[in-house]
């Protein structure tokens, strides 16, 4: 027989939860649905920074890779033909030789001279515009300021009367390729002159020399 005896100090609320035995406890609830979709919306958008990151990185390793192929392509057809042409050139070196060996004054004294030299000078032009043609030029540095990269110093000339550092003969000829030294010209450099004024930089901002291999330079991939 159940009990109807109520305890009289217990509350309305304690009573209801007597009255209920299930509703004691609450329910079982699993995680927030909220929560989860916002852990799952950072996940994606971390994905997302990660992988525009790498397209960035790829597409600016790209770009290098096409402009490096473009120069090595325009310097493969620049200087291709360096080695042939250095060859010639000690074709138009026996060229120069013949000309300067016929005395002064034989050539107008002798017709038969005069047109054999005609036509070596004719060849030797001939030939200079042809490899002028090919992105040659020859260098007769003669009073200019000494440039080891094109030019070889033979020896010294003492005279105050030029800078010092003046080219003042030249015994041979030098050629150049494109921006290249093909051969070095041969030259004697004065010497107890006045000292030649360095070139000035040009005014304003100077700017940072560009890496030969880095036309985008890591961290900088052209993105907002």
Not at 24 to 50: F, H, I, R, T, W
Not at 89 to 110: M, S
Not at 157 to 180: C, F, L, S, W
């Amino acid at each position: 027989m159940p009990n109807d005896k109520t305890d009289p100090s217990a509350t309305d609320e304690d009573q209801a939860k007597a009255a209920d035995p299930g509703s004691a406890a609450p329910a079982n609830q699993g995680p927030d649905p909220s929560l989860q979709l916002g852990a799952d919306l950072d996940a994606l958008l971390a994905e997302n920074a990660e992988m525009r990151d790498r397209l960035l990185r790829t597409m600016a390793d790209m770009e290098n890779l096409r402009r490096r192929t473009e120069r090595e392509k325009t310097d493969t057809a620049r200087y291709a033909i360096s080695n042939f042409a250095r060859d010639v050139l000690t074709v138009g070196d026996n060229l120069k030789r013949t000309i300067e060996h016929v005395p002064q004054g034989a050539a107008a004294q002798d017709p038969a001279l005069k047109s054999f030299l005609e036509g070596v000078e004719l060849t030797e032009r001939e030939l200079l515009n042809v490899l002028e043609r090919h992105g040659v030029t020859r260098l007769d540095p003669k009073g200019a300021r000494f440039d080891p990269n094109f030019h070889q110093a033979m020896y010294e000339v003492q005279d105050p009367g030029v800078p010092e550092g003046t080219v003042v003969d030249v015994m041979q000829a030098g050629y150049a390729i494109g921006d290249r030294c093909l051969r070095p010209a041969l030259v004697a450099v004065a010497k107890g002159g006045a000292k030649q004024a360095k070139p000035q930089a040009p005014k304003g901002p100077a700017s940072a020399p560009k890496a030969a291999n880095d036309d985008f330079p890591e961290g900088d991939w052209g993105g907002d």
